[in-house]
């Protein structure tokens, strides 16, 4: 029975998965995501009840409030990132079907259930995304994927409605710089599986057809895991990378899969999930591949929680 100190309960907590959608896309990992929720509806609970029934919007004051954490997470975010072992990629998120474990949210629901898999959490996004400042980053989510207005978002920034427009146009401009003709899902999908065909049967010479010459690839083991460094370029070095992995590490399975709303690959060892791999895709080639072997950012492709 719903007590008369929480009339509005429902409705503050059906706010998390726009909460969840927004943080992901600001932080580009999902843990930290759930924190910065966590935090919000903190602060939310320790206020009075008085002072709760003084917020004439719920939603608008849990996503302004969202907005300021992740902001102030982005800043220590770029600091840590500098001390970061080898490259920094966005955790990767499967299809709700696909998921494996991780830990369970409200409601019995794991909070990958709760992000929308659209255009605005596509790997190549979310890296474009990284390349922002923190302004830029809040401003331009905030106005042109959730539509929020520049004079709500000014008060969540610490802008002008002005600068925060003028933040949102800079950010649009590194998106259009960085955006490659749209592939259709159907050509994507196999497009990647020609890839996965290719490594399993160690065809160098399929693989470097299926590559962009000037392709990229970059892997992230975040020092825990054994990774590339730096960036591997060029199609023919990427294909001869490729090649000695699957010498180094026989009975590895490949698995298509979903990965941030795109066709992508998922490595296994002995059931364990070990890579989850996202493709940049152009005119049938393919131009960039993010390798996550990380295990902290594998926890929702591993089963039974494994990493």
């Given amino acids: 029975m719903r007590t008369p100190s929480e009339p509005d309960l429902g409705a503050v907590v059906g706010e998390r998965r726009q909460l969840i959608n927004l943080a992901y896309r600001l932080l580009g990992s999902l843990a930290e995501a759930e924190d910065a929720v966590q935090e919000t509806y903190a602060r939310w609970y320790a206020m009075s009840r008085p002072r709760q029934e003084a917020v004439e919007s719920p939603g608008a004051w849990l996503t302004t409030v969202a907005g300021r954490i992740c902001l102030d997470m982005l800043g220590s975010a770029r600091a840590r990132r500098e001390r970061y072992v080898g490259q920094w990629i966005p955790e990767p998120l499967p299809e709700r079907t696909e998921w494996f474990g991780g830990r369970v949210g409200d409601g019995g629901a794991d909070p990958a259930d709760r992000v929308t898999l659209d255009e605005s959490v596509s790997m190549a996004f979310l890296v474009v995304l990284e390349s922002m400042t923190p302004a830029e980053r809040v401003a331009f989510v905030l106005h042109d994927v959730f539509r929020y207005p520049f004079p709500e978002i000014a008060g969540i920034v610490g802008r002008t409605p002005a600068a925060c427009r003028q933040l949102a146009t800079s950010a649009r401009r590194r998106i259009r710089a960085a955006q490659a003709p749209e592939v259709p899902t159907a050509g994507q999908a196999g497009l990647v599986r020609h890839f996965k065909e290719a490594w399993e049967a160690k065809d ?53 899969r979903t990965v941030n709303g795109r066709p992508g690959l998922v490595a296994q060892h002995s059931g364990t999930t070990v890579t989850v791999a996202a493709f940049g895709l152009t005119d049938s080639r393919i131009t960039r591949i993010w390798a996550v072997r990380n295990p902290e950012k594998l926890r929702l492709w591993t089963e039974n929680g494994q990493s």
């Fill in 204 to 256: 160098i010479e399929a693989l470097v057809d299926l590559l962009d010459p000037d392709a990229v690839m970059i892997a992230d083991g975040g020092g825990l895991v054994g990774a590339v460094l730096r960036p591997v370029e060029g199609s023919r070095r990427i294909a001869e990378y490729l090649i000695f992995i699957a010498g180094k590490a026989p009975g590895l399975t490949l698995l298509e």
